[in-house]
């Protein structure tokens, strides 16, 4: 068996893996990654962020060709439709992205290993490469191996008709009907894909709202948006089974009348892998749901195993995976190192977006804190009006007693490039008054934010 020796080998080369092997490099130690899947960049990459993104900028412009252009004086023939050509361009965008990984560890000097990664041993992992063991000794290891969509009882996934977020990414045709399980940002930006192309689009969810965890007043005008559009919503609907029969999907819901489709997607969240990698080996319990315990400095009960990124719970973003990566292979170097976990924005890429960094009101009250806020709307800005964009609204949330920021809301055109102004004020601690006394350029989007944040002290100047 061939043997390598390493400071840190790190598994999983999804955004949280890749990012600390790189910044581990770069902090002089010696660095293998090792990742099962034929392209390096995990589930974001490859089947999720970028993909679905690349989809959802696609749809977007093909119905906004179709249904939105004459109000700007364009004219345009028939509009057809060439999904061969949207999915092309969706996987080259991934094959760049996936190869520019492969450029940033040879630049580094990370030795990357395409292949299963097992871990044996506190200081040992084995890589199988192409069939072959490779034994890996390190100093440390970082366990970075992701998340899988979930599954759900009762619904048959085939991976044709039925299946999960990554079918969904590859559909050789628009379904007539599409039934999607689950009213999470997954659902919802699938769902709008597929909505714009021509789908009749049926989202299921067992709570009372869509988007669970997010401000409820943005969750609630954001269903009314996406309604007006053409997405139906069946709430508090319980999903007893999902099978194909007879040629077509049906789905069976508690207490209501089965629904029939051309395909149907679950997209119920997304649980943690940290089965089948060798944590037994070195007595590594994980929680009842998969997740791994580790301290503030990201290690586990094992000295020099660590994990991060999803396999630890909390938000499953990638940015928030990234940043675990650095601040923890920055702490094993005696690196004075942060990450402040109420400062980690989230954004649903439909249309309009919704953005979130911070408290909701609904946290804000659970937990006693008294609070002010101030809404600012896309309605009175000048520069959504002129982009044809004035559904929407900002709202800032601040402490009642010192005036600091602590949470922003914002659903309307680009919110997902916005909600950083109020990422980076809240990381800075900063109150309402410093956004409202801090100059916004005009006509921008940006201008909300300002707004919103002098309506906090009652005192803004466009809106009504």
């Known amino acids: 068996m061939a043997i390598a020796e390493f400071d840190l080998v ?129 100093k440390r290891i970082i366990i970075a191996t992701g998340s899988k969509p ?69 969750s609630q005008l954001a269903q009314r ?40 997607l679950l997209a119920a969240g997304r649980v943690p892998l940290t089965q089948n990698i060798g944590l037994e080996n070195v007595g590594i319990g994980t929680d009842k749901r998969g997740f791994i315990p580790v301290d503030g400095d990201f290690q586990t009960k094992v000295p020099g195993v660590y994990a991060l990124g999803d396999v630890i719970g909390g938000a499953m973003l990638a940015h928030k995976a990234m940043e675990e990566g650095v601040v923890c292979v920055e702490r094993m170097q005696g690196i004075h190192a942060h990450f402040n ?30 609070f002010k806020k101030g809404v600012g709307g896309y309605g009175a800005n000048g520069r959504a009006r002129t982009l044809g964009e004035a559904e929407g609204r900002v709202k800032i949330l601040a402490d009642a007693k010192t005036d600091r920021v602590l949470g922003v809301h914002i659903m309307g055109a680009r919110a997902g490039g916005l909600i950083a102004e109020a990422a980076i004020a809240m990381e800075f601690g900063a109150s309402s008054e410093d956004i409202a006394r801090s100059c916004h350029a005009h006509p921008t989007l940006a201008e909300t934010i300002h707004e919103a944040a002098l309506a906090v002290d009652g005192r803004a100047i466009h809106s009504a």
């Open 10 to 138: 790190v598994l999983g080369a999804g955004p949280g893996g890749y990012v600390a092997a790189i910044r581990a490099a770069q902090l002089g130690l010696s660095v293998a990654c090792i990742d099962e899947n034929d392209k390096f960049g995990g589930t974001c990459l490859r089947v999720g962020c970028i993909p679905s993104k690349a989809l959802l900028e696609s749809s977007h412009l093909y119905h906004d060709t179709k249904s939105a252009l004459s109000i700007h004086g364009i004219q345009v023939g028939q509009v057809q439709l060439d999904l061969a050509a949207m999915m092309k361009r969706k996987d080259q965008i991934v094959q760049t992205l996936t190869g520019g990984i492969d450029l940033l560890f040879k630049k580094n000097k990370v030795v990357g290993y395409r292949g299963r990664g097992v871990v044996l041993g506190p200081n040992l992992v084995q890589a199988t490469v192409d069939g072959n063991p490779i034994e890996l000794r390190a």
């Open 150 to 218: 979930a599954s759900m009882r009762g619904v048959e996934e085939d991976g044709v008709f039925i299946g999960n977020s990554t079918m969904a990414l590859s559909f050789d045709q628009v379904p007539e009907r599409l039934t999607v399980i689950g009213g999470g940002y997954i659902g919802l930006e699938l769902g709008s894909v597929w909505n714009r192309l021509g789908s009749k689009v049926t989202v299921l969810e067992a709570l009372d709202r869509i988007l669970p965890g997010m401000d409820q007043e943005l």
């Open 225 to 264: 948006v996406f309604t007006r559009l053409g997405i139906e919503f069946r709430l508090q609907s319980w999903v007893e089974s999902a099978k194909v029969e007879n040629g077509k999907c049906v789905v069976r819901c508690k207490g209501a009348e089965p629904i029939q489709s051309d395909r149907v």
């Open 341 to 370: 976990y109420d400062c980690v924005p989230a954004i649903v890429y439909t249309h309009p977006e919704i953005a979130t960094v911070g408290k909701t009101e609904e946290q804000l009250k659970e937990a006693g804190v008294a």
